[in-house]
C-alpha cells in the first residue's frame, strides 16, 4: 500500500527543474587564502577560481569524473535546488568558519544562499563535498607547480595527498588521475615519486 501511494505522489508531484550553472565560493577569515570558488555545470566541467592574500585571481579547469559528477548532482538534488536556502544560517552562535556563498542558474531563474554554518544536514552534504572539490584542487595546482619548479617536493606532496584520501577530505578521488599520470611520464621526477604516483593511481582505479 505505502509502494503505491509513493508512485502516486511522484506522479503528482512536479519534476525537480534542472540548473544550468552551480557557483560555490568559500571566503576564509585567515589562512593563505582569501577566497576560493568552484563554478560548475550540470555535466561536471567547469573551472576553480581561488585568490590568495595579496595575489590576483588564479582559474584553472575543473572537470569531474563521471563519479564526481554523481555526488555532485546528489548533493545538490539533495537541497531541491535551494529550496529552504532561507533557513541555511543556524540561529547558534558559531566561531567564523569562512562564509559560504551559493549560486544556483535555472534559466531565467538565479537562486542564492549565504551562511556560516548550517544546522541542516543536506547542507552540511553539500558543503563537505565542496570543500572538499576545494581541497583537491589546491593539492593538484601545488603538484602541477611542483612538476614545474619544485620537483624534489613531489615524494612529499604526494605523501600528503596519500593521507588526504585516506581521512576523506578529497571529494572526487579518480580527478586526481589525470596529474599522478603527469608525475608518472615525467622522467625528471625521481624514481620513488613516479612509484607512489603509479600506487595511488592503481588504488584509485580499483576503487571506482
Do not use: W
Amino acid at each position: 500500500m505505502n509502494l503505491v501511494l509513493s508512485f502516486l505522489l511522484l506522479a503528482v508531484l512536479p519534476p525537480q527543474q534542472t540548473f544550468n550553472r552551480f557557483v560555490y565560493c568559500r571566503e576564509f577569515p585567515s589562512g593563505a587564502f582569501e577566497k576560493q570558488c568552484l563554478d560548475l555545470k550540470p555535466d561536471g566541467t567547469g573551472q576553480s577560481r581561488f585568490k590568495r592574500r595579496g595575489s590576483e585571481e588564479a582559474s584553472s579547469v575543473l572537470t569531474l569524473s563521471s563519479n564526481g559528477r554523481e555526488k555532485f548532482l546528489s548533493v545538490v538534488a539533495a537541497t531541491r535546488n535551494l529550496a529552504d536556502r532561507e533557513k541555511y544560517e543556524s540561529k547558534r552562535k558559531v566561531a567564523n568558519l569562512g562564509r559560504k556563498h551559493i549560486t544556483l542558474e535555472m534559466g531565467s531563474e538565479t537562486r542564492e544562499a549565504e551562511f556560516n554554518y548550517s544546522d541542516l544536514k543536506e547542507v552540511n552534504t553539500l558543503t563537505t563535498f565542496f570543500d572538499g572539490l576545494i581541497n583537491q584542487q589546491v593539492l593538484i595546482s601545488e603538484l602541477e607547480m611542483a612538476l614545474q619548479y619544485e620537483r624534489l617536493s613531489i615524494p612529499g606532496r604526494l605523501d600528503q595527498l596519500e593521507g588526504e584520501i585516506k581521512i576523506g577530505r578529497i571529494a572526487d578521488p579518480q580527478s586526481l588521475i589525470p596529474v599522478l599520470d603527469k608525475i608518472v611520464q615525467n622522467e625528471r621526477v625521481v624514481d620513488y615519486a613516479r612509484n607512489h604516483a603509479q600506487q595511488l593511481k592503481s588504488q584509485l582505479l580499483i576503487s571506482k
